[in-house]
Structures are given as structure tokens and as C-alpha cells.
């Protein structure tokens, strides 16, 4: 995800340079951390722009579940004249974040979980993947399963799987792991094989993902018998 968001916004501020616009542009960016992936990417992208117009990044780390603080982050962005911010939400601040979009008919650009939108000024690089796994599990006949998953957007494939579970009569036992350990993790897959749970939909984001794979192999729950489905690569 960290290359895709990395050659959208070269694309996209490439385009920017390319048209009619001022000889300083304001780009703002909404990251939890300096050391997340979109963070990083969104930099990378600005250095690589050295041609007229100057981008001038108006960048704010911020709380992305805190409505409050994305409201106002927001909108001190929209006062400093921000063509376009890119960013990320959570479910708490994604319709906070649409309707102002819309309002302000500012472009927010993010690589956060898909949310059902006619929004023209919600520009989402993540496709939605839910019909596709499900095909997946369909195709391999899984019937009695285990999902594990971790954020929201994994909360919001959960609830389309689940209704498919109930049209097809899949057993589905839903796992959240937002606030495991990695000690949690290897009692979890312990549990898992007292139950025969062999078959795993792992949902969750790239961190955790790797801790989550860590175990599977100390533990060796990945030999013949064992089936994973990565939702979220």
C-alpha cells in the first residue's frame, strides 16, 4: 500500500504541476504518526517533484479517530488554501471527513478502508475487496472458518461476509485482535487448534500481520492442514 499511495500522489501532484496553477501550491496531509507508512510515502512523492510550481506541504499529525481534532486540523487546512489533503480516517471521523469535503468541495485523498460514497471529492485508493474474498471462500468450499480481524475497515468485510454466511449457511467465528499481544496471538492459535479451527481468514493491517505470521510459523501451524487467506495485502 505504501508504494500505491507513493505513485498516486507522484501521479498526482504531477498532474498538478502540469496544469495551471499558481507558482506555490498548498498540499495538506492528515498522518497518526511520522513513522507511518502514508507519511513517508506522501514525502517521498514531494521530493520527487522538482519543476515549477513550489508544493508547500501543510502537514498535521493528528489523533484520526478524534472527530474534534480532525475537525479542526481540517479546517485550518482549508484557511491556508490546501488544494487537496491526503490523509486517512477511521469510522468514528469518515463522515465527518465526507461531508466537509463536500461542503468545501476539497479533495481528500486517502488509502484508508473503503467507505460506500457518492462523494466526488473522496478520492479512495483501496479497493473494495469483499465480493472477492468471498468468492475465494466460496470457490474452496470453506464452510466452518475463522476471521480474524483488527480495524474497521476488517469490522466492515466481516459484516459482508457474515451475511453471506447466513444466505449460504457458513459457520464464521469472528476474532478481534485490535488490543492482542503477541503472547495473545500464540494463545490464540493455541485455542484454535484445540477446536480443529484450521481454516483462517487473517484481516488486519501489515504490522500486525507480521507479528500474527511470526507465531503461526514458531508455532507451527503452518504444515499440511493449515489454509490462510491474507485479506489484506
Not at 521530493?47 to 513550489?54: A, D, F, M, V, W
Not at 464464521?172 to 499481544?181: E, H, K, Q, R, Y
Not at 490464540?188 to 505470521?213: G, M, P, T, W, Y
Amino acid at each position: 500500500m505504501q508504494h500505491i499511495f507513493a505513485f498516486f500522489c507522484t501521479g498526482f501532484l504531477g498532474a498538478v504541476v502540469g496544469a495551471n496553477f499558481p507558482n506555490n501550491i498548498q498540499i495538506g496531509g492528515l498522518f497518526p504518526n511520522q513513522q507511518s507508512q502514508e507519511h513517508a510515502a506522501f514525502r517521498f512523492a514531494l521530493s520527487q517533484l522538482t519543476e515549477p510550481p513550489k508544493l508547500l506541504p501543510q502537514i498535521d499529525i493528528v489523533n484520526i479517530s478524534d472527530s474534534f481534532e480532525m475537525t479542526y486540523r481540517f479546517c485550518s487546512q482549508f484557511s491556508k488554501g490546501v488544494y487537496a489533503i491526503f490523509g486517512l480516517y477511521e469510522r468514528r471521523t469518515v463522515n465527518m471527513l465526507t461531508s466537509f469535503c463536500g461542503a468545501l468541495h476539497v479533495c481528500f485523498i486517502t488509502p484508508s478502508f473503503p467507505v460506500d460514497t457518492s462523494n466526488q471529492f473522496v478520492l479512495q485508493l483501496r479497493p473494495e475487496l469483499q465480493d472477492a474474498l468471498i468468492s475465494i471462500i466460496d470457490h474452496y468450499k470453506w464452510q466452518k472458518f475463522v476471521y480474524i480481524y483488527d480495524a474497521d475497515r476488517g469490522l466492515s468485510v466481516l459484516q459482508k461476509v457474515l451475511d453471506t454466511a447466513a444466505e449460504k449457511n457458513w459457520q464464521v467465528t469472528a476474532v478481534n485482535i485490535l488490543t492482542t499481544t503477541e503472547e495473545g496471538y500464540r494463545m490464540l492459535f493455541q485455542d484454535l487448534e484445540k477446536k480443529k479451527e484450521r481454516l483462517v481468514v487473517v484481516d488486519c493491517e501489515s504490522e500486525r500481520l507480521n507479528a500474527i505470521l511470526g507465531q503461526i510459523i514458531k508455532l507451527e501451524k503452518n504444515g499440511i492442514g493449515y489454509h490462510y487467506i491474507l485479506a489484506n495485502l
